[in-house]
T-cell receptor
């Protein structure tokens, strides 16, 4: 059971380049999320998708775009990478059902370095 | 302004003793609180949760306590084991605009010494 799969695991970009981080889940979850983790900052929400066909901004959306391609897949795009976007990116999914703790299941992360 | 705060960046305890990790929050509308554990080069994994209407939840060696009046929760690990060495994140669940979001603290790095 794969859970949440992210690709690539590592990426080095030059300032101004673009790239897309891919995420897929096989748990039939409704909601998907993108977080970034920086030292001393914890996990900060970039964008999320409560259900297929919807996307919303999180805490730090500037410089990013997302696409909820279908129920399984949620991609994160950097159109013009900046050194401030050097971070570890985590995709997560959750059932998104009303009531309950809404536990998120995370992928293994994608480490991005922007030079 | 951070809505979920973990004020201790690190904690070191002896194997077999109790580990207590603390978390404070500001938003009284949070309905659930969760703890996640993260090993290096892996994604966070869910550990335990507590509803805002409870004051305690226990799962094996892990117990979470919630003090709503103080807007404070804590995770107790008894007894602590070397394999518990990891970064622990406190998170609060917010249901708004027909969707859930998890807001995380900055994490506490726990080291359990053999």
């Amino acid at each position: 059971n794969a859970g949440v799969t992210q690709t690539p695991k590592f990426q080095v970009l030059k300032t101004g380049q673009s790239m897309t981080l891919q995420c897929a889940q096989d748990m039939n979850h409704n909601s998907m999320y993108w977080y970034r983790q920086d030292p001393g900052m914890g996990l900060r929400l970039i964008y999320y998708s409560a259900s297929e066909g919807t996307t919303d901004k999180g805490e730090v959306p500037n410089g990013y775009n997302v696409s909820r391609l279908n129920k399984r897949e949620f991609s994160l795009r950097l159109e013009s990478a900046a050194p401030s976007q050097t971070s570890v990116y985590f995709c997560a999914s959750s059932p998104g059902e009303i009531g309950g703790a809404n536990v998120l299941t995370f992928g293994a992360g994608s480490r991005l370095t922007v030079l | 302004d951070q809505q979920v705060k973990q004020n201790s960046p690190s904690l070191s305890v002896q194997e077999g003793r109790i580990s207590i990790l603390n978390c404070d929050y500001t938003n009284s509308m949070f309905d659930y609180f969760l703890w996640y554990k993260k090993y290096p080069a892996e994604g966070p994994t869910f550990l335990i949760s507590i509803s805002s209407i409870k004051d305690k939840n226990e799962d094996g060696r892990f117990t979470v306590f919630l003090n709503k009046s103080a807007k404070h929760l804590s995770l107790h690990i008894v007894p602590s084991q070397p394999g518990d060495s990891a970064v622990y994140f406190c998170a609060a669940s917010e249901f708004m605009d027909s969707s859930y979001k998890l807001i995380f603290g900055s994490g506490t790095r726990l080291l359990v010494r053999p």
